[in-house]
């Protein structure tokens, strides 16, 4: 799925005509805490709150060329691929059908409804629920719409693009990892712009999926997804995904629930941005390899802001949401 330089501009002029480029900042307490010069890709400044907003622009784009008819989507998701989404497609004039697990976030579910979504709730966790959108599909007539897909990589790629055109040269940027998209993009953006800069992905422990394949060369599921980052609660990884950050990736690490958390509280203390577990991911693996990194110019991505308020409370108050 490699993309020209001319494939992603044409993307970013899409995007930026539904929304704003994100900013990016380099912030001196992170610096402090990291030992690098630390840049931040402020994705929860977007329209959603998250970077997915990007892939449902250019993926619902792509649908309306090539299916003119298809009167909507259906879908699943943790929360922000479905809000973005919902977010297209109703501006589009299309339906939106979105699964979630049961338990799902009430301020994600809230989000959906509010940008149009009719969510349905099914299954104990994302990969259920997606199972049975795909299988909805086809009885409701709507285009099922995969949590990886070449458009979705396309649209998200931009905000690689923005950050290695915006930011001075980097020498490794941290992404965080769920079903792929995200590093997929930015590897795309790399490789298009023909830069060195290492992109190392980052997992949950409890959710670690994409690491175990990337050190396997081959998809492994795992029994369950447990983590308060439910950006990254992914037991099946993407084969195609695979295919991309398998050679494409420096490395994956696995990060815990106290690293995440504690991330989430320094970006807030050093920056005063609300991250959710995912968005804080990608800081919590620049932390462990602190050593690594004294004295680089290093990007995080700030995946998404879409915490819910009751777990932002106790991250603040120095606990670890249950899950």
Same mark, same amino acid.
């Given at each position: 799925?490699?993309?020209?330089?001319?494939?992603?501009?044409?993307?970013?002029?899409?995007?930026?005509?539904?929304?704003?480029?994100?900013?990016?900042?380099?912030?001196?307490?992170? &610096?402090?805490?990291?030992?690098?010069?630390?840049?931040? =890709?402020?994705?929860? %400044? /977007?329209?959603?709150?998250?970077?997915?907003?990007?892939?449902?622009?250019?993926?619902?784009?792509?649908?309306?060329?090539?299916?003119?008819?298809?009167?909507?989507?259906?879908?699943?998701?943790?929360?922000?691929?479905?809000?973005?989404?919902?977010?297209?497609?109703?501006?589009?004039?299309?339906?939106?059908?979105?699964?979630?697990?049961?338990?799902?976030?009430?301020? =994600?579910?809230?989000?959906?409804?509010?940008?149009?979504?009719?969510?349905?709730? %099914?299954?104990?966790?994302?990969?259920?629920? =997606?199972?049975?959108?795909?299988?909805?599909?086809?009885?409701?007539?709507?285009?099922?719409?995969?949590?990886?897909?070449?458009?979705?990589?396309?649209?998200?790629?931009?905000?690689?693009?923005?950050?290695?055109? &915006?930011?001075?040269?980097?020498?490794? *940027?941290?992404?965080?990892? /769920?079903?792929?998209?995200?590093?997929?993009?930015?590897?795309?953006?790399?490789?298009?712009?023909?830069?060195?800069?290492?992109?190392?992905?980052?997992?949950?422990?409890?959710?670690? /999926?994409?690491?175990?394949?990337?050190?396997? /060369?081959?998809?492994?599921? #795992?029994?369950?997804?447990?983590?308060?980052? @439910?950006?990254?609660?992914?037991?099946?990884?993407?084969? &195609?995904?695979?295919?991309?950050?398998?050679?494409? !990736? &420096?490395?994956?690490?696995?990060?815990?629930?106290?690293?995440?958390?504690?991330?989430?509280?320094?970006?807030?203390?050093?920056?005063?941005?609300?991250?959710?577990?995912?968005?804080?991911?990608?800081? !919590?693996?620049?932390?462990?390899?602190?050593?690594?990194?004294?004295?680089?110019?290093?990007? *995080?991505?700030?995946?998404?802001?879409?915490? @819910?308020?009751?777990?932002?409370? #106790?991250?603040?108050? @120095?606990?670890?949401?249950?899950?």
């Amino acid at each position: 799925m490699p993309f020209s330089l001319e494939d992603l501009e044409a993307a970013q002029r899409l995007v930026h005509a539904q929304m704003d480029p994100t900013p990016q900042y380099a912030w001196p307490l992170l &610096a402090q805490a990291t030992g690098a010069e630390t840049w931040v =890709k402020h994705e929860n %400044h /977007g329209p959603i709150g998250a970077f997915k907003a990007r892939g449902a622009i250019t993926f619902v784009d792509w649908l309306r060329r090539t299916r003119p008819d298809c009167p909507g989507i259906i879908t699943a998701t943790r929360g922000n691929h479905g809000q973005a989404q919902a977010r297209a497609a109703t501006r589009a004039g299309l339906r939106a059908v979105v699964y979630v697990p049961k338990g799902n976030s009430v301020e =994600k579910n809230a989000a959906m409804r509010a940008f149009g979504a009719e969510l349905r709730e %099914h299954g104990e966790d994302f990969d259920t629920a =997606k199972d049975e959108a795909m299988r909805a599909a086809a009885a409701e007539g709507l285009f099922p719409v995969p949590p990886f897909h070449p458009e979705l990589v396309r649209g998200v790629a931009t905000y690689g693009l923005e950050f290695f055109r &915006a930011a001075p040269p980097l020498d490794t *940027v941290y992404v965080p990892i /769920g079903c792929g998209s995200g590093i997929c993009g930015v590897i795309a953006a790399r490789d298009a712009l023909g830069l060195a800069t290492e992109v190392v992905g980052v997992v949950a422990a409890g959710a670690p /999926g994409a690491k175990l394949s990337f050190e396997a /060369g081959r998809v492994v599921e #795992t029994n369950s997804a447990r983590t308060f980052a @439910d950006g990254m609660a992914v037991r099946v990884p993407v084969q &195609a995904a695979l295919d991309i950050y398998g050679p494409g !990736a &420096a490395r994956i690490l696995a990060v815990t629930e106290p690293e995440i958390a504690a991330s989430v509280r320094l970006l807030f203390s050093a920056t005063h941005n609300v991250a959710e577990g995912a968005g804080a991911a990608a800081l !919590a693996a620049l932390l462990q390899e602190r050593e690594a990194m004294r004295g680089r110019r290093v990007g *995080v991505i700030l995946s998404g802001g879409n915490i @819910d308020t009751d777990w932002f409370r #106790t991250l603040l108050s @120095d606990g670890i949401p249950r899950v």
